[in-house]
């Protein structure tokens, strides 16, 4: 039996995804062999890698100006190549701080340049609970990019509208909200996702880059850590997580057969509206910390009157098959995730479970 999956990453994946892999795991397209066992320079899994690129190409409708990219390290390993790739010791770059992901980006910047604080969400309990506005940006326009976090997994904001940057390329980690509604691409100079929240399982990160602005990128770092160095090779330099990408086709072809981001967009903005409402419905119990024009639509965070309540509403969620509710542990309280492969479905059953939960303890 499975359960209802709120978790925040590594998170749910769509069940038809899951059924695919499960029919094609031990023998791929009459290969006798699972596409696992294939070697990366074969047909078989050539074609699962180009269907994955050419899928995210046509679901975001990347222009011709972008090139797609896997890599691995996780969201993480970008905070850290972004600047190996542009900075240099004198260069700047703007930072957007909006949470707990930012923060790591600005710190890994450290080591290679001088980026700068350009705006900051920061409260005075040193939290985040909403995003910037732009008149709030302090932008530098010489800086090598601008760097924002566009859905905050943590604290549970989201940029509704992206910032206006001028002629400075935006670079944007979108882990956690990547495909959650179509965007337009051609805003962002760099996009990264760690696919294991809204996209595929842990182990592979998307990267959508525009082409000239790679080509900008520095030459004397090692080659396995130049985004130019997997653009050439179609992120064949040398062996990707072949497994992680197929089942990233999986989930993208799912999302095709569905019909596309506007229908995903859909369902995304009715599951939030469904949780958002039940919250406010009983606003003194569950008490929502994010300003209502910055709430996200992946991650909903709450608390509840007292810690052991908190605790009660995961223990007797668990009972009624649902899982993953546990806030973060810096945050406390709870995190409901609401990435794509949760159903409008899985949504009303919790909204009905926490009607009924404010009847018994509220
Ligand atoms: C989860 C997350 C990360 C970290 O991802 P890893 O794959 O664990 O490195 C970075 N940024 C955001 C917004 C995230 O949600």
């Not at 710190?107 to 910037?132: L, Q, S, W």
């Not at 302090?138 to 001028?166: K, R």
């Not at 995190?335 to 009924?356: C, E, G, H, I, P």
């Amino acid at each position: 039996m499975r359960v209802i999956n709120f978790n925040a990453g590594p998170a749910g994946l769509p069940l038809p995804a899951l059924e695919r892999a499960r029919e094609e795991l031990l023998d791929f397209q009459g290969s006798g062999m699972s596409i696992m066992e294939h070697s990366h320079r074969g047909k078989e899994y050539e074609a699962v890698h180009n269907e994955a690129i050419s899928l995210l190409t046509e679901l975001l409708a990347i222009p011709p100006t972008h090139q797609v990219l896997f890599l691995q390290g996780g969201a993480s390993q970008q905070f850290a190549q972004v600047p190996m790739n542009y900075l240099t010791p004198e260069a700047s770059a703007d930072y957007l701080m909006t949470g707990v992901w930012s923060e790591k980006a600005l710190d890994e910047a450290r080591y290679y340049g001088k980026p700068r604080i350009a705006a900051t969400a920061i409260n005075k309990e040193k939290r985040y609970t909403r995003v910037p506005a732009q008149a709030e940006l302090q932008l530098d326009p010489a800086a090598t990019y601008v760097h924002m976090t566009s859905n905050n997994t943590i604290y549970g904001t989201q940029w509704h509208t992206f910032p206006e940057v001028g002629r400075v390329p935006l670079v944007a980690d979108m882990s956690s909200d990547l495909l959650w509604k179509p965007i337009d691409v051609s805003r962002f100079a760099f996009i990264y996702a760690g696919a294991q929240k809204n996209v595929g399982p842990s182990g592979i990160v998307l990267i959508v880059v525009d082409k000239e602005f790679m080509a900008r990128g520095r030459q004397d770092i090692p080659k396995i850590f130049r985004y130019t160095t997997y653009a050439e090779n179609n992120s064949l330099y040398n062996t990707p997580p072949t497994f992680a990408i197929y089942l990233c086709r999986n989930v993208l072809a799912w999302i095709k057969d569905v019909g596309g981001l506007k229908q995903i967009e859909q369902w995304n903005r009715e599951k939030g509206d469904l949780l958002y409402g039940a919250i406010d419905r009983h606003a003194d119990f569950y008490r929502a910390p994010v300003e209502k024009g910055s709430r996200s639509y992946m991650n909903v965070v709450f608390q509840l009157p007292t810690e052991a309540l908190n605790d009660t509403f995961v223990s007797e969620a668990k009972k009624a098959g649902m899982v993953g509710l546990k806030g973060h542990r810096s945050t406390g309280g709870i995190r409901v995730s609401l990435y794509n492969a949760v159903t409008v479905d899985n949504v009303k059953a919790l909204v009905s479970f926490m009607d009924q939960f404010v009847q018994k303890h509220g």
